[in-house]
C-alpha cells in the first residue's frame, strides 16, 4: 500500500540527511581551519608589513568564513595601512555588523571616519569603545583628537568668511594631522593657498587628489583657479568646465567662469581701444574690468599698468604714478610696471623717485636697456642737484641764441642792483644774488661748449673757475656795449641806473 510504501522509505530518508548534516559538519570545520590559516599567514605578512599579501590572505579568510567579524577587521586595518580608508571603512562596518561588541572593529571605524574627515562619526565610535571599555586609553585620545578637528574645522570656517587665508591653512594643516585623508580639508587648504598666491603648493595639493581621483570636481576647480590667479585664462576656463562637468551645482566653478571669460573679454577690449588710440575708452573699459574679481591679483596688476599706460597718454601723470604703484603692490616683480613709473616720475623731474624705480629694474634684469636707462635717471638726478640755469633765464632747454640773449637782457635788468637801491637791505641783498645768478647763467648757455658739457651733466667748475667769484656787473657791461674801459654809463644803453635818468620808465 501507499502507506506501507512511505514507512519504508523513512530509514532512508533519515540515513541521507545524517550524512548531509556530518558532510556539512565536516566542511565547515575544514574552511574554519584553512581560514584560520589564510589569517595567520595574513598576520604574518601584516607583520612584515608586506600589507598586500596580508590583505591578499585576509580576502582568503573572509571568502572561506564570510561571518568572521575578526577577518574583516584585520582586513580593514591592513587598508589602513595601504591608505584604502573608504575601503577600510566599509570592512569595519561590516565587521561591527556582525558583533556589535567587537571593540576594535568600533575603535577601526572611528579611525577610518576621523582619516576620512568625518569627525563626529568617529567621535560616535570612539565612545562606543568606550562603553565596551571604559578605561580604553587609546579610545580616550582619539575622542581628543576628533574634538580637535571639529574645532579646528570651526577656526577654518569663520576664518574663510573674513577671508583670513593664512588662518584657514594653518587650521587645515593641524585638522590634516589627524584627517589625512581628507578631501575636503586638502581642497580648502588649496583654495587658500590660491588665494594666498602660493599657486605651486595649491597645484600640488589639488594634483595629488586628482591622481587619486580624477573626476573630483572640487581639485578641477582649484586647478583652474590657480591657472586664472596666474592669467593663463584660456587654460583655467577649461578646467572650470570640466569641474562643472564633474559636478554640475559647483557654483564656485560656475562664477570662477563667468569672471574669467568676462575679464578677459574687457582686458581685449581694453587693449584694442588703446591700440586704434581712444585712451578716453581705454581708460574706462581698464577700470571696468578692475571691477570684476578684485581677487585676481596678477591680472589686475596689468590692468593698472595699462591704465597708468593710458594715464600717461592722457597727461594725467600723476593717475598713471598712483595707478603703477598699485600694480607692483599687487606684484612686486612686474617690471613693466616699475619702468612705466619711472618714466612718470622722469617727466615730472623727480629724479629721485625714478633712478630708485631703474636701480629696481636693473637689480632684476640687467640689461643693456635697462642699464642705460638707470644712467640716464642718474644723469639727470645730478643735473636736478645743480643750478638750472634754463629755469634762472626763464627759457625752455631746447632755446636758441637769440633766446637766450632776449631772456637774459629781460632778466638783468629785472634784478640789478640799481633798480633796487631803495629797497631794503634784505631785499638789495636778494636781488643781487639772482642778479649774480642771471649773470652766471648767461656766460654758460651763452658759450656753444660750455653749453654742452652743462647739458651733458659735466661739472664745469674746471672750466670756469670759480663761477662764485666772477663779476656780473662785467658780464652786464659787456652785454650792453659798455666794455673795454671806456667809462660806461646808463644814458649811453638806455638801461643803466644813474642818478639822471633813474625816474625814467625803463623798468616797468
Given at each position: 500500500?501507499?502507506?506501507?510504501?512511505?514507512?519504508?522509505l523513512?530509514?532512508?530518508?533519515?540515513?541521507?540527511?545524517?550524512?548531509?548534516?556530518?558532510?556539512?559538519l565536516?566542511?565547515?570545520?575544514?574552511?574554519?581551519?584553512?581560514?584560520?590559516?589564510?589569517?595567520?599567514?595574513?598576520?604574518?605578512?601584516?607583520?612584515?608589513?608586506?600589507?598586500?599579501?596580508?590583505?591578499?590572505?585576509?580576502?582568503?579568510?573572509i571568502?572561506?568564513?564570510?561571518?568572521?567579524?575578526?577577518y574583516?577587521?584585520n582586513?580593514?586595518?591592513?587598508?589602513?595601512?595601504?591608505?584604502?580608508?573608504?575601503?577600510a571603512?566599509?570592512?569595519?562596518?561590516?565587521?561591527?555588523?556582525?558583533?556589535?561588541?567587537?571593540?576594535?572593529?568600533?575603535?577601526r571605524?572611528?579611525?577610518?571616519?576621523?582619516?576620512?574627515?568625518?569627525?563626529?562619526?568617529?567621535?560616535?565610535?570612539?565612545?562606543?569603545?568606550?562603553?565596551?571599555?571604559?578605561?580604553?586609553?587609546?579610545?580616550?585620545?582619539?575622542?581628543?583628537?576628533?574634538?580637535?578637528?571639529?574645532?579646528?574645522?570651526?577656526?577654518a570656517?569663520?576664518?574663510?568668511?573674513?577671508?583670513?587665508?593664512?588662518?584657514?591653512?594653518?587650521?587645515?594643516?593641524?585638522?590634516?594631522?589627524?584627517?589625512?585623508?581628507?578631501?575636503?580639508?586638502?581642497?580648502?587648504?588649496?583654495?587658500?593657498?590660491?588665494?594666498?598666491?602660493?599657486?605651486?603648493?595649491?597645484?600640488?595639493?589639488?594634483s595629488?587628489?586628482?591622481?587619486?581621483?580624477a573626476?573630483?570636481?572640487?581639485?578641477?576647480?582649484?586647478?583652474?583657479?590657480?591657472?586664472?590667479?596666474?592669467?593663463?585664462?584660456?587654460?583655467?576656463?577649461?578646467f572650470?568646465?570640466?569641474?562643472?562637468?564633474?559636478?554640475?551645482?559647483?557654483?564656485?566653478?560656475?562664477?570662477?567662469?563667468?569672471?574669467?571669460?568676462?575679464?578677459?573679454?574687457?582686458?581685449?577690449?581694453?587693449?584694442?581701444?588703446?591700440?586704434?588710440?581712444?585712451?578716453?575708452?581705454?581708460?574706462?573699459?581698464?577700470?571696468?574690468?578692475?571691477?570684476?574679481?578684485?581677487?585676481?591679483?596678477?591680472?589686475?596688476?596689468?590692468?593698472?599698468?595699462?591704465?597708468?599706460?593710458?594715464?600717461?597718454?592722457?597727461?594725467?601723470?600723476?593717475?598713471?604714478?598712483?595707478?603703477?604703484?598699485?600694480?607692483?603692490?599687487?606684484?612686486?616683480t612686474?617690471?613693466?610696471?616699475?619702468?612705466?613709473?619711472?618714466?612718470?616720475?622722469?617727466?615730472?623731474?623727480?629724479?629721485?623717485?625714478?633712478?630708485?624705480?631703474?636701480?629696481?629694474?636693473?637689480?632684476?634684469?640687467?640689461?643693456?636697456?635697462?642699464?642705460?636707462?638707470?644712467?640716464?635717471?642718474?644723469?639727470?638726478?645730478?643735473k636736478?642737484?645743480?643750478?638750472?640755469?634754463?629755469?634762472?633765464?626763464?627759457?625752455?632747454?631746447d632755446?636758441?641764441?637769440d633766446?637766450?640773449?632776449?631772456?637774459?637782457?629781460?632778466?638783468?635788468?629785472?634784478?640789478?642792483?640799481?633798480?633796487?637801491?631803495?629797497?631794503?637791505?634784505?631785499?638789495?641783498?636778494e636781488?643781487?644774488?639772482?642778479?649774480?645768478?642771471?649773470?652766471?647763467?648767461?656766460?654758460?648757455?651763452?658759450d656753444?661748449?660750455?653749453?654742452?658739457?652743462?647739458?651733458?651733466?659735466?661739472?664745469?667748475?674746471?672750466?670756469?673757475?670759480?663761477?662764485?667769484?666772477?663779476?656780473?656787473?662785467?658780464?652786464?657791461?659787456?652785454?650792453?656795449?659798455?666794455?673795454?674801459?671806456?667809462?660806461?654809463?646808463?644814458?649811453?644803453?638806455?638801461?643803466?641806473?644813474?642818478?639822471?635818468?633813474?625816474?625814467?620808465?625803463?623798468?616797468?
Open positions: 500500500t501507499p502507506l506501507l510504501g512511505v514507512s519504508c523513512l530509514p532512508i530518508i533519515y540515513t541521507c540527511c545524517l550524512f548531509h548534516f556530518s558532510f556539512c565536516l566542511f565547515l570545520c575544514v574552511s574554519s581551519r584553512e581560514a584560520e590559516s589564510f589569517k595567520e599567514q595574513g598576520n604574518a605578512y601584516y607583520i612584515k608589513k608586506d600589507y598586500s599579501e596580508a590583505f591578499n590572505y585576509y580576502t582568503k579568510a571568502d572561506m568564513c564570510p561571518k568572521n567579524a575578526s574583516y577587521g582586513r580593514a586595518a591592513t587598508l589602513m595601512m595601504l591608505s584604502r580608508h573608504r575601503e571603512l566599509e570592512d569595519s562596518q561590516q565587521a561591527v555588523r556582525l558583533d556589535d561588541t567587537f571593540m576594535k572593529g568600533h575603535l571605524e572611528g579611525k577610518c571616519h576621523l582619516s576620512l574627515g568625518n569627525a563626529m562619526a568617529a567621535s560616535r565610535c570612539f565612545h562606543r569603545v568606550l562603553e565596551l571599555e571604559p578605561d580604553n586609553s587609546q579610545a580616550q585620545q582619539e575622542v581628543k583628537n576628533a574634538d580637535s578637528v571639529l574645532e579646528y574645522e570651526k577656526m570656517e569663520i576664518g574663510f568668511e573674513k577671508h583670513d587665508f593664512r588662518m584657514v591653512v594653518f587650521c587645515m594643516d593641524r585638522a590634516l594631522e589627524s584627517a589625512s585623508a581628507c578631501h575636503r580639508f586638502k581642497v580648502l587648504k588649496a583654495e587658500c593657498l590660491a588665494m594666498l598666491g602660493r599657486y605651486p603648493e595649491a597645484q600640488s595639493v589639488a595629488d587628489i586628482l591622481r587619486m581621483d573626476t573630483n570636481g572640487d581639485a578641477l576647480y582649484v586647478r583652474g583657479l590657480c591657472l586664472y590667479y596666474e592669467d593663463c585664462i584660456d587654460k583655467a576656463v577649461q572650470f568646465v570640466q569641474a562643472l562637468r564633474m559636478a554640475p551645482d559647483h557654483e564656485k566653478a560656475r562664477l570662477a567662469c563667468r569672471n574669467a571669460k568676462a575679464l578677459k573679454a574687457k582686458k581685449e577690449d581694453g587693449n584694442k581701444a588703446f591700440k586704434d588710440g581712444n585712451y578716453d575708452a581705454a581708460y574706462e573699459l581698464y577700470s571696468e574690468a578692475l571691477t570684476i574679481d578684485p581677487n585676481n591679483i596678477k591680472t589686475n596688476a596689468k590692468l593698472f599698468c595699462n591704465r597708468g599706460t593710458v594715464g600717461s597718454k592722457l597727461k594725467k601723470i600723476d593717475q598713471a604714478i598712483e595707478d603703477c604703484t598699485k600694480a607692483v603692490k599687487l606684484d612686486e612686474y617690471i613693466k610696471a616699475y619702468l612705466r613709473r619711472a618714466q612718470c616720475y622722469m617727466d615730472k623731474e623727480e629724479y629721485d623717485e625714478a633712478v630708485r624705480d631703474y636701480e629696481k629694474v636693473y637689480q632684476t634684469e640687467k640689461t643693456k636697456e635697462h642699464k642705460h636707462l638707470l644712467k640716464n635717471a642718474q644723469l639727470e638726478l645730478k636736478s642737484k645743480r643750478k638750472d640755469y634754463y629755469k634762472v633765464l626763464g627759457v625752455d632747454k632755446a636758441t641764441e633766446e637766450i640773449k632776449k631772456a637774459y637782457r629781460k632778466r638783468a635788468l629785472m634784478h640789478h642792483p640799481d633798480r633796487h637801491s631803495s629797497a631794503s637791505a634784505e631785499i638789495q641783498k636781488e643781487e644774488k639772482k642778479f649774480k645768478e642771471v649773470g652766471e647763467a648767461f656766460t654758460v648757455l651763452s656753444p661748449k660750455k653749453k654742452s658739457r652743462y647739458d651733458s651733466g659735466h661739472d664745469l667748475e674746471d672750466d670756469t673757475g670759480n663761477m662764485g667769484d666772477f663779476d656780473a656787473n662785467n658780464i652786464f657791461k659787456a652785454f650792453f656795449g659798455g666794455g673795454g674801459g671806456q667809462g660806461y654809463s646808463f644814458e649811453a644803453n638806455q638801461c643803466m641806473y644813474t642818478n639822471s635818468c633813474r625816474k625814467q620808465q625803463y623798468f616797468f
